[in-house]
């Protein structure tokens, strides 16, 4: 294993959440972004919504704090919270001068609605390609800057020392060699787990590698068993899921049953602009009751020009898989789209070991709570991670870290009653046994019977030296904290829901927090 130079900053990840923070931190030391693919591989190129930010006439920080409150299901982190809202017009100003350029209309920011928002505050770039022109802007600039980009390298150990972050070690996915990396500072934003799933709209580096690499460093992991569905997933049996932006029922577009009957008016006062959790047990439920695979989409009603020109990117991808959404329904199922746990940060980034940042979708500031707030996931990244390089930089920063967490989860290590027929794992056979234990609607024996099927697969001891392969344990650890989680929280809360406890429990008003033992 060779030992490369020494950076004041490494960033693994880059999606909007490293790349943002990188071009931050460049201007304060040698800085190095880490991707195990490309630079342009990430969530954030199919983020189509946008990105949330009080920047309106009839919008106010307060509002938009007292939106992503009531998202949470309780859970939320009130000083985190505040920040989010506060900052975001700040950030959005960033990106602009970045070279961002977000959707307009008679020289104004041109707004949309989303559920749960409680006016229109979703700016947007390029219609419904909001992550991707976020994306690509910024990942343009930071090719022509000072900083240091190695793609194909995955991270698979940070070094740690006496609870120092001092380094990573990487593994060239071409190459197969090892490398080391000392930095002063470490910053995971590798994004979430998605891959996890059977049906996910995160892209395939979605593994839970952050997670996985903070668990084995000795960080605190928080809220693991709140993963959030998106309720709109495109349901085809010729293609991958593919996320049909919840943009568009804030734009007028209607879920329908078989039947062509709306339905969601049965289940919230909100009715399609309910809550995300809401909306896909709900969608859940007509399937179920129905014994259909899926729900429809409707925008037939809505003008086939202003379709075309709001959500080019969605009428083109259905329109190859021969449909046409201006005048046939769209098939739609829930399906995995964001960790709303992960890593515990202060609300400077910080995480329990020393040197050791994180940011994004990787990160749990407290922001999300229980249910996260649509849109405000751009905005997270953005927010923090301006405030990473802040507490690096200045002394003044709080270290605060939020979250009351009285309900600590230590991993089963012992493995009992292992299943007589334990299948081989690989990938889809593992997603397949989280989608049916761990997914939208979950029991007590759902959650037992996959607890130990992890927990043997935990044992195997000699692993091929692959980036499939570190990627397939990163996600079998990630399965674990989630499932193990979802067994302690006796209760349904947000994207959490059980069969066998229903109700929402005030005694459960805590964060259950993992970490190695």
């Known amino acids: ?17 490293g790349l943002y923070t990188a071009l931050l931190a460049r201007l304060h030391g040698p800085t190095l972004i880490l991707t195990k693919g490309s630079i342009e591989d990430c969530n954030t190129q199919y983020a189509q919504g946008g990105i949330a930010a009080s920047v309106g006439e009839n919008d106010s920080p307060e509002l938009h704090s007292r939106d992503t409150i009531a998202a949470s299901s309780g859970l939320y982190d009130s000083s985190a919270v505040d920040i989010l809202s506060t900052e975001a017009s700040d950030r959005i100003a960033d990106l602009i001068r970045l070279g961002v350029q977000f959707d ?5 920011l041109t707004l949309a609605n989303e ?50 972050a001092q380094g990573v070690v990487t593994f060239d996915g071409i190459t197969s060699q090892t490398e080391a990396f000392s930095g ?25 590698d952050g997670v996985a690499l903070a668990y084995r460093a000795g960080a605190e992991i928080v809220d693991m068993e709140f993963y959030q569905f998106h309720p709109t997933a495109l349901r085809l049996s010729n293609a991958p899921s593919f996320l049909i932006s919840e943009a568009t029922r804030g734009e007028g577009a209607t879920l329908v049953n078989q039947n062509g009957q ?53 009428y083109a991808t259905c329109y190859q898989l021969g449909l046409d959404i201006t005048n046939e329904l769209i098939p739609v199922a829930p399906a995995a789209h964001y960790m709303m746990g992960g890593i515990r940060t202060s609300t400077w980034g910080e995480t329990t070991v020393e040197g050791l940042f994180a940011c994004g979708e990787v990160a ?13 996931s751009l905005l997270e990244t953005v ?39 334990l299948p081989s794992l690989d990938l889809v056979t593992l997603q397949d046994h989280v989608w049916n234990g761990a997914g939208i609607i979950r029991s007590r024996e759902g959650l037992e019977t996959l607890k130990r099927q992890l927990l ?19 996600l079998l650890l990630v399965a674990r904290l989630i499932t193990e989680a979802a067994l302690l929280r006796e209760e349904s809360r947000g994207a959490h829901y059980r069969t066998d406890y229903p109700d929402t429990l005030v005694k459960w008003e805590n964060h259950i927090t993992s970490k190695k033992p």
């Open 104 to 108: 307009t209309a008679h020289g104004a």
């Open 383 to 421: 927010v923090f991670g301006k405030r990473i390089i802040t507490r690096t930089t200045e002394s003044k920063a709080n270290h605060r870290l939020p979250h009351n967490t009285n309900a600590a989860l230590a991993l089963s290590t012992n493995p009992t009653n292992i299943p007589d027929a």
């Open 364 to 376: 749990c500031t407290g922001v999300h709570g229980a249910n996260r707030l649509a849109s405000n």
């Open 1 to 17: 294993m060779s030992m490369a130079s020494h950076y004041r900053y490494i960033i693994v990840g880059s999606g909007i959440a």
């Open 184 to 208: 002063d500072h470490i910053i995971l934003a590798s994004g979430g787990a998605g891959q996890l799933f059977r049906y996910t709209t995160n892209t395939s580096v979605a593994t839970g």
């Open 115 to 164: 559920a749960a928002h409680s006016v229109p505050r979703i700016l947007h770039a390029g219609g419904d390609a909001t992550g991707q022109h976020i994306e690509m802007t910024l990942a343009s600039v930071a090719r022509l800057s000072n900083i240091s980009i190695l793609e194909n390298k995955l991270v698979t150990e940070i070094t740690v020392e006496h609870n120092r």
């Open 262 to 314: 709306s339905f969601m008016d049965q289940y919230h006062p909100l009715g399609d602009l309910a809550p995300r959790d809401i909306v896909s047990r709900a969608i859940a439920s007509e399937m179920s009751k129905n014994a259909t695979s899926q729900v429809w989409l409707k925008l037939t009603h809505l003008n086939p020009d202003w379709i075309i020109t709001r959500f080019p990117n969605i």
């Open 456 to 474: 043997a697969w935990s044992t195997i001891s000699k692993w091929p030296q692959t980036t499939e392969s570190y990627e397939l344990q990163n």
